[in-house]
């Protein structure tokens, strides 16, 4: 799990450094709210790190309900 939250995490990184260097362009497209919002940022960073942490716990917990022995038995 820990994998799936630091890929996010560099996903998030690598598309907020591409938001502000695209910043003039995105101003074009957006009404009523500036083109630098540090409360939008935070917040789109916050949802798509939930989103993560939502998609990696349910294969994880199961895995985790997994008995290694008779996995490794079935192989």
Do not use: H, K, W
């Amino acid at each position: 799990m820990t994998y799936c939250l630091r890929l996010a995490g560099i996903g998030i990184l690598v598309g907020l450094a591409g938001t502000l260097l695209l910043s003039r362009l995105i101003a074009s497209f957006l009404y009523g709210i500036p083109s630098f919002d540090p409360a939008t940022f935070a917040g789109a960073a916050f949802l798509l790190l939930v989103i993560a942490l939502a998609a990696a716990s349910g294969p994880a917990i199961r895995a985790a309900q997994i008995n290694t022995v008779d996995a490794l038995r079935s192989e």
